[in-house]
């Protein structure tokens, strides 16, 4: 779908890396471009498998890997050498350091007008937060997403995921999307800010319009949908496994009751889940009756909106992923295969090419630097002699 768009990557980590990614599943070119002899940080992660980080591996397959020192003036030339040949700069650098460089969108437009300058930040690139140290907790906490989360009287709980991280990746994959289609339309090029904490706050929307304009605060664990109703919540079963209930609407719940033969309960629709209320009381006496497999029987013959919460290893196993074909082999640098997640966007009619394995630190420093910048081996030698690569 992207063929033809070439992709220059500066970022490392997880939001930009991850970004880039989905950019080179939908076919276009990516260059990561890396600290020599250092690289992405990711890279040096445990767990480590096929002698890289397993982090790393898993979110930076089709793409290829140069080296550059973007702090010796040789390596800043080169960078400038290869923009007018790119589509789009993804950079995740603290707000000013690309422009200490000498690198910034101003200067960088100059000798490439179409150019889609993306920066990926914790908190954009203005305002008394934007030069902050920060990680994905630190931006659940800024926007409000972390004081929402967890149980009724508890602690906060930070996710399991990383909500920051990913979104963001996919706001910039947004954005880069809809500035190619600018270019496409005017040639003119974008610099695009992209900060993880802002696409939080869009996270927010619905908790942040119900307090600004009806005055209603979102309180944690007791939400409509995350942990106020009995009729859309979390039960542990028999054997210590969990349910989730989200019958929130009214002939789902029926159907639920129906189904257990509780036609009494039906009337407790939107009981609240405290202890001590009575239809939420026997709800989880109902849920420990039976064992998460018993359940996940039940949901198959009622429809009610009913599920059993699956460990990781349970759905790496589970028919959802297989019958979805959601794992896909990638191939690595050792010559062996990776089980990976594949891009969850299905095109009907758009070509699939085998991807590209995540590529060892400069490993395409020869047919980059050849192609595109038009240096000879002799060249690349002495850049690497020189530590520019």
């Known amino acids: 779908m992207l063929e033809g768009?070439?992709?220059?990557?500066l970022s490392r980590l997880l939001p930009g890396p991850y970004a880039s990614m989905i950019l080179g599943d939908l076919g276009a070119e990516v260059i990561k471009v890396e600290e020599p002899g250092r690289g992405d940080y990711m890279?040096?992660?445990?767990?480590?498998?096929?002698?890289?980080?397993?982090?790393f591996l898993a979110v930076n397959r089709n793409k290829k890997s140069i080296t550059l020192n973007l702090k010796k003036e040789r390596g800043k030339e080169i960078l400038r050498t290869l923009v007018p040949?790119?589509?789009?700069?993804?950079?995740?650098?603290?707000?000013g350091v690309m422009e200490g460089l000498?690198?910034?969108y101003d200067a960088l437009r100059e000798i490439n007008p179409g150019l889609v300058y993306c920066s990926l930040s914790g908190y954009g690139q203005d305002g008394s937060h934007s030069k902050l140290a920060g990680h994905d907790a630190n931006y659940l906490a800024v926007s409000g997403v972390l004081g929402i989360t967890g149980i009724r009287d508890g602690?906060?709980?930070?996710?399991?995921v990383q909500v920051a991280d990913f979104t963001g990746g996919l706001f910039a994959v947004v954005g880069i999307l809809s500035a190619l289609w600018q270019k496409q339309r005017t040639r003119r090029g974008a610099h695009l800010d992209v900060a993880m904490t802002d696409g939080l706050f869009s996270l927010m929307s619905m908790h942040l319009a119900s307090l600004m304009t009806a005055g209603t605060a979102a309180a944690r664990g007791d939400m409509m949908l995350s942990g106020a109703l009995a009729c859309y919540n979390v039960y542990q079963t028999m054997d210590d496994g969990y349910v989730v209930l989200a019958a929130l609407e009214e002939k789902f719940w029926q159907n639920f009751c129906r189904g257990l033969d509780r036609?009494?309960?039906i009337q407790s629709h939107l009981s609240r889940a405290e202890d001590?209320?009575?239809a939420y009381e026997e709800l989880k006496y109902i849920f420990r009756s039976r064992t998460a497999e018993e359940w996940r029987d039940f949901a198959g013959r009622v429809e009610c909106c009913l599920s059993v919460v699956d460990s990781a290893e349970d759905i790496i196993?589970?028919?959802?992923?297989r019958e979805r074909g959601l794992f896909t082999e990638v191939p690595l640098a050792d010559g062996k295969t990776m089980t990976q997640v594949r891009n969850p966007i299905v095109f009907s009619g758009a070509g699939a090419k085998a991807p590209l394995p995540p590529p060892e630190l400069g490993r395409h420093n020869a047919e980059i630097y050849g192609e595109l910048a038009g240096l000879t081996g002799d060249d690349i030698a002495k850049l690497r002699a020189d530590g520019v690569i």
């Open 317 to 321: 196993t589970g028919s959802y992923a």
């Open 276 to 278: 001590g209320d009575p």
């Open 155 to 160: 602690r906060p709980v930070i996710p399991g």
């Open 263 to 265: 036609s009494d309960l």
């Open 85 to 95: 040949k790119a589509d789009v700069l993804l950079e995740g650098f603290r707000p």
């Open 102 to 104: 000498g690198l910034g």
């Open 5 to 9: 768009i070439r992709v220059l990557d």
């Open 43 to 55: 890279r040096y992660f445990t767990p480590q498998a096929h002698g890289a980080g397993v982090f």
